[in-house]
DNA sequence: ATAGGCCTTCCCATGATGGGAAGGTCAAGA
DNA sequence: TCTTGACCTTCCCATCATGGGAAGGCCTAT
C-alpha cells in the first residue's frame, strides 16, 4: 500500500504521515526500490490509532507516550489512565479560560445597545477595564464587570 | 517614554510591540534621533486596549477591527457588538469542542480500573473504536465520538 | 571612561498543518 | 511504444502569537 492508500484509509493526510515520519513518531516506513513509501495493515492501524488520539486533543508529545504503552505489552493500565486523566486536565483548563472569555463578552455584548450610535459598553471596557468585583462574583460576569458609572 | 517603560505600562512585551508595528496593527512609533521607538500616554492607552482584547481571546485580526471601531468616533455600537458576538460563537465552538473532548476521555477514564495489569479500555477504543451500542444510550457521548474516522 | 542596562535589527523556534514547486514513477490507453 | 495523468519524492514556505538570543549601538550613573 503506498502513502496515498495508506492515508484514505486511516484518515491521516498524506502530509501528516510523513511529518510524523520524519520527527520520529512513527517507524520510518519500507521503502519500494523506486523510492516509494509502502504500509502494511499494521501500519494503517497505528495511523488509525494516532488519528483517535488527535481526535481527542492529545498533542504529539501525548500520542507518543500513548503508543509507547499501546505497544508494551507489560503496561499497567494505570499509567494509560494517569496519562488520559493528566489530558482531560489540561481540557478542562482550556475550557475554562475560553468560558471566562466568552462570557465576560457576552455580558459585555449584552450592556450593548447595538444600535447607530457610537457609545458602546465593550469599547469603554476595553479601554479602561473595571475591577471585578471581589465578592462573591456574578459567575456569568454579567454584572458589575464594566459599565463605566 | 521608550519601548521598555511602554512594555511595563502597558503589559505587552517589547517583542511583541515591535511585532504589532511590523505587521500594522499599530502605527511605527516615533524615534529618537539615535533609533530608539518612543511612546505617549496615548499609545500606551492603545497598547492596552490590545491586551485586554487579546485576554479576552481576539485574534490580531479581531483586535485591528475593534481598534478600527474604536478610533471610530461615528461607529454604530452594532458592529462592536456583532464583532463580540462572533468571536463568543467562536469561543463557545472551541468550548463544546474541547468539552467533547474532556467528556469522552474521562468517560473512558472511569471504566479503566487503573491498575497493574495491561488492559485498558483508554487504549482498546484508541485501537478499535467501539460501534454505537444498540442497547442503554451511551449518557455520556463517548462512545459515538470516534464512529466514522 | 567604563560598566551594565537599555535599545536596535535580524534570525530562529514553537506545533500541527497545509500549499506548492520541481522532478521521478507508474499504470492505463492509443 | 509513447503519452497522459495521477501518483510519489524532497524541499521550501506560511500559518499565529510569542519568545530566545546574538551582534552591535546608546545612555546614564558612577
Redesign the interface.
Known amino acids: 500500500m503506498n502513502i496515498g492508500e495508506a492515508s484514505k484509509a486511516s ?1 491521516v493526510s498524506a502530509k501528516m504521515i510523513r511529518y510524523y515520519e520524519e520527527t520520529g513518531l512513527i517507524p520510518p516506513a519500507g521503502r519500494t526500490a523506486s523510492g516509494y513509501r509502502v504500509y502494511s495493515e499494521q501500519d494503517v ?1 497505528m495511523l ?2 494516532i ?3 488527535r ?3 492529545f498533542t504529539v508529545d501525548g500520542i507518543s507516550e ?1 503508543l509507547g ?2 505497544r ?7 499509567d ?3 496519562l ?2 493528566d ?2 486536565a489540561d ?2 483548563r ?2 475554562a479560560d ?2 471566562d ?2 462570557s ?3 455580558a ?2 449584552r450592556a ?9 459598553p ?2 469603554s ?3 479602561a ?1 473595571c475591577a471585578p468585583t471581589d465578592g462573591a462574583p456574578d459567575r456569568t460576569g454579567a454584572i458589575n464587570r464594566f459599565g463605566r458609572g
Open positions: 484518515g492501524h488509525r490509532f488519528r483517535r488520539a481526535d481527542l486533543g500513548l504503552l499501546w508494551d505489552q507489560s503496561r499497567q493500565s494505570a494509560v489512565k494517569r488520559a486523566l489530558h482531560v481540557l478542562r482550556k475550557i475560553l468560558e472569555m466568552a465576560t463578552l457576552e459585555l455584548a450593548c445597545h447595538g444600535n447607530d450610535r457610537p457609545d458602546c465593550i469599547l471596557e476595553l479601554e477595564p
